[in-house]
T-cell receptor, first 111, second 115 residues
Framework: GENVEQHPSTLSVQEGDSAVIKCTYS??????FPWYKQELGKRPQLIID?????GEKKDQRIAVTLNKTAKHFSLHITETQPEDSAVYFC??????????FGQGTELSVKP | DADVTQTPRNRITKTGKRIMLECSQT?????MYWYRQDPGLGLQLIYY???????NKGEISDGYSVSRQAQAKFSLSLESAIPNQTALYFC??????????????FGPGTRLLVL
């Protein structure tokens, strides 16, 4: 089955800096890769996603890149703000029709 | 998202007790999921259901069972709770999208402590 690895597990940046979170997956047939954000004490919510026919997607300060050959994808947050502090999960839509989540990255943005 | 609700929100129970966590949704989605969240382990899938007559085991189904009573309701049971089932449990729903692109909508979570 699909295996998803996410790094780093924790990330601390200064406000205004960029943050990058990376995920690798095992099944080359996977074709949908969402990212979820979970603020402290709240439920995970989708923030951005990418399909395998696209190499990069941007939405304001966040972007996701996909390298299908290497089977990895990354979340990029630019000009980080304190409200970006949260746990971020990558996920891969597997052949069974369900999402397999990474282990999560706890991002801390220091003012 | 108020369309997906979970009860109870917090529960303390003792080892060996049977406990049921309930999930209801008003989104009209066919697909429902139960996840467990532990620090450093992400969201692990326990069971999922693609429609009322469909139940599937996820990554960590041992010690759990589910019931899909209706399109809107999906319950998770711990037949005999043990301390390592202490965790945060999330229910989620989704509807199939074009090209596998589908968003999952999570409930607020149930925090369970097994003593």
């Amino acid at each position: 089955g699909e295996n998803v690895e996410q790094h780093p597990s924790t990330l601390s940046v200064q406000e205004g800096d960029s943050a990058v979170i990376k995920c690798t997956y095992s099944d080359s047939a996977s074709n949908y890769f969402p990212w979820y954000k979970q603020e402290l004490g709240k439920r995970p919510q989708l923030i951005i996603d990418i399909r395998s026919n696209v190499g990069e997607k941007k939405d304001q300060r966040i972007a996701v890149t996909l390298n299908k050959t290497a089977k990895h994808f990354s979340l990029h947050i630019t000009e980080t703000q304190p409200e970006d502090s949260a746990v971020y999960f990558c996920a891969v839509f597997d052949q069974g029709g369900k999402l397999i989540f990474g282990q999560g990255t706890e991002l801390s943005v220091k003012p | 998202d108020a369309d997906v609700t979970q009860t109870p929100r917090n529960r303390i129970t003792k080892t060996g007790k049977r406990i049921m966590l309930e999930c209801s949704q008003t989104k009209g989605h066919d697909r429902m999921y139960w996840y467990r969240q532990d620090p450093g382990l992400g969201l692990q899938l326990i069971y999922y259901s693609f429609d009322v007559k469909d139940i599937n085991k996820g990554e960590i189904s041992d010690g759990y069972s589910v019931s899909r009573q209706a399109q809107a309701k999906f319950s998770l049971s711990l037949e005999s709770a043990i301390p390592n089932q202490t965790a945060l449990y999330f229910c989620a729903t989704s509807v199939p999208g074009q090209g596998n692109q589908e968003t999952q909508y999570f409930g607020p979570g149930t925090r369970l402590l097994v003593l």
